[in-house]
């Protein structure tokens, strides 16, 4: 039953990124961006201490997210996540710098947020717990996948 739930959620995730909220349309009301995809939370019943690297699909046009989490004694330890845009370049503090300034805002706060997802779920230990930041759902679902991705190595 937990994996249903757990690949419906990844399904779920997949699904709103395809959709997409970082679209550069000007045309779009500012209300018309998608919800993120709610996380549950991962069960780490027979995850075995290590550490577990996995990536989330890429969105053409954002990229993907890669997560590294860390399991000591049958809790999340350490998470290190990483954006990567669609070029496979590493999102930094210039992520965006290039573009007009509402997609510049919209990157940086994306990039903020990878650091942001991380350090919450090392605090909070539950993936449920983790808030999402508004202009940057699709890397919160993204973060989501590869740590449910991880979570499933760890069993392995």
Not at 15 to 25: A, F, P, S
Not at 44 to 64: F, R, V
Not at 132 to 145: L, M, P, R, W
Request: aromatic letters at 6%; charged letters at 30%.
């Amino acid at each position: 039953m937990k994996k249903t739930v757990l690949g419906v959620a990844v399904l779920l995730s997949i699904g709103v990124m395809l959709v997409g909220c970082g679209d550069e349309k000007k045309d779009a009301p500012k209300d018309a961006a998608k919800p993120a995809a709610q996380a549950v939370s991962v069960d780490l019943t027979g995850a075995k201490d290590g550490t577990y690297a996995a990536d989330s699909a890429k969105h053409e046009q954002l990229g993907y997210s890669h997560v590294e989490l860390t399991i000591e004694n049958g809790a999340i330890a350490k998470v290190v996540h990483t954006g990567f845009d669609k070029d496979g370049k590493q999102k930094d503090e210039n992520y965006g710098a290039d573009k007009p300034e509402g997609v510049r805002k919209k990157a940086q706060n994306a990039y903020k947020a990878i650091g942001s997802y991380a350090s919450q779920l090392e605090s909070k230990k539950d993936l449920a717990k983790v808030d999402a930041i508004a202009g940057a759902t699709v890397s919160y679902d993204q973060f989501n996948e590869a740590v449910a991705k991880a979570v499933e190595a760890a069993k392995k």
